[in-house]
T-cell receptor, first 110, second 115 residues
C-alpha cells in the first residue's frame, strides 16, 4: 500500500458544482497535513493546512479523519480557475518524513 | 510574487557533465528542500536542510550532492547523471521547529534534460 494515495481523476465538473477529494494515508503517526494545488507546468502552491477540527477558507473546506486515516478537500461553487491538480501532503514529524500524494486532477467546465 | 527563486530555469546536460542548480529564498525561513518531479509520479523529497542539519532520502543516488551554505541558499550539484534523471527539480523553503515541517513555498523549478 502506498504511504499516501489519491484518486488521480480527472474529475470533470461543471461550473458551480461542489466537488470533494479524499487522500488516504497509511502512517498512523502522521501529524501534519496540507493541501497544495499545482497548475500545469507550474510549481505547487499551498492551498491550506488541515487542522484536526477541520477548517474552512472561503469556498474550500478541509477535514481530517484520524480514525479512518484520510483527509478531504471540499470545493463549493467551482470556478473555471479551480482547474488544477490538487496534492495532499502528509508529515510524520517523528520520522522527519514528508510525503506528497500523486495528485487529483480537477477540470471545471463552462 | 514567489519568495523562492531558482536558476537556471532550464538545463540540458550530457551524462559526463557537471552542473549545479541554485535556489535562494527571501522569506526568512530556516528549512530548505529539494524535490524531484517526474512525469506521472508523485513529488519525491530528495533532501532537507533544517537548522543546518541535513535529512536525506536514502534512495537518492550519490550523483546528486546538495550544499546549503546558509539558511537562504541551497545548491544541488549534479555529476554523471543518467537520462532517467531528466525531471523538474523543485526547491522549497519553510519554517521548521522541533523536527516538524510547516507550510512550504516552492520555487518555479529547473527543467532538467539529460542527453
Amino acid at each position: 500500500r502506498k504511504e499516501v494515495e489519491q484518486d488521480p481523476g480527472p474529475f470533470n465538473v461543471p461550473e458551480g458544482a461542489t466537488v470533494a477529494f479524499n487522500c488516504t494515508y497509511s502512517n498512523s503517526a502522521s501529524q501534519s497535513f496540507f493541501w497544495y494545488r499545482q497548475d500545469c507546468r507550474k510549481e505547487p502552491k499551498l492551498l491550506m493546512s488541515v487542522y484536526s477540527s477541520g477548517n474552512e477558507d472561503g469556498r474550500f473546506t478541509a477535514q481530517l479523519n484520524r480514525a479512518s486515516q484520510y483527509i478531504s478537500l471540499l470545493i463549493r461553487d467551482s470556478k473555471l480557475s479551480d482547474s488544477a491538480t490538487y496534492l495532499c501532503v502528509v508529515v510524520d514529524t517523528g520520522r522527519r518524513a514528508l510525503t506528497f500524494g500523486s495528485g487529483t486532477r480537477l477540470q471545471v467546465q463552462p | 510574487e514567489t519568495g523562492v527563486t531558482q536558476t537556471p530555469r532550464h538545463l540540458v546536460m550530457g551524462m559526463t557533465n557537471k552542473k549545479s542548480l541554485k535556489c535562494e529564498q527571501h522569506l526568512g525561513h530556516n528549512a530548505m528542500y529539494w524535490y524531484k518531479q517526474s512525469a506521472k509520479k508523485p513529488l519525491e523529497l530528495m533532501f532537507v536542510y533544517s537548522l543546518e542539519e541535513r535529512v536525506e532520502n536514502n534512495s537518492v543516488p550519490s550523483r546528486f550532492s546538495p550544499e546549503c551554505p546558509n539558511s537562504s541558499h541551497l545548491f544541488l550539484h549534479l555529476h554523471t547523471l543518467q537520462p532517467e534523471d531528466s525531471a523538474l527539480y523543485l526547491c522549497a523553503s519553510s519554517q521548521s521547529q522541533g523536527g516538524g515541517y510547516y507550510e512550504q513555498y516552492f520555487g518555479p523549478g529547473t527543467r532538467l534534460t539529460v542527453t
